[in-house]
Nanobody
Framework: QVQLVESGGGLVQAGGSLRLSCAAS????????MGWFRQAPGKEREFVAA???????GYADSVKGRFTISRDNAKNTGYLQMNSLKPEDTAVYYC??????????????????WGRGTQVTVSS
């Protein structure tokens, strides 16, 4: 099983940018689907973005055009570049993965490895 650790969260003003990282260890990351989810206080965890093992990406409508997901398999690391941040983007962001060659998946149950999350707070 792969282990995931997120980093890069923090406090930023509306309109600013952050880049989240997801470091994977325990298994070679190459054939893993990777996704980012977020959970705001009092809300359910929701899909943000995903990238397949061969680089196909998918995004939630709420972040399309502002966020970019990417991966560096040589470094066993995934990234989420977040631009034009809004207060409604405030949440704990989680990295998730699954050993599969499937295209980007949007459901929580499509993933079986999760990080502990990193807090992103966007002030207005």
């Amino acid at each position: 099983q792969v282990q995931l650790v997120e980093s890069g969260g923090g406090l930023v003003q509306a309109g600013g940018s952050l880049r989240l990282s997801c470091a994977a260890s325990g298994r070679t990351f190459t054939r893993y689907l990777m996704g980012w989810f977020r959970q705001a206080p009092g809300k359910e965890r929701e899909f943000v973005a995903a990238i397949s093992w061969n680089g196909i990406t998918g995004y939630a409508d709420s972040v399309k055009g502002r966020f970019t997901i990417s991966r560096d398999n040589a470094k066993n690391t995934g990234y989420l570049q977040m631009n034009s941040l809004k207060p409604e983007d405030t949440a704990v962001y989680y990295c998730a993965a699954k050993y599969t060659v499937a295209p980007p998946q949007r459901m929580i149950n499509d993933y079986d490895a999760w990080g502990r999350g990193t807090q992103v707070t966007v002030s207005s």
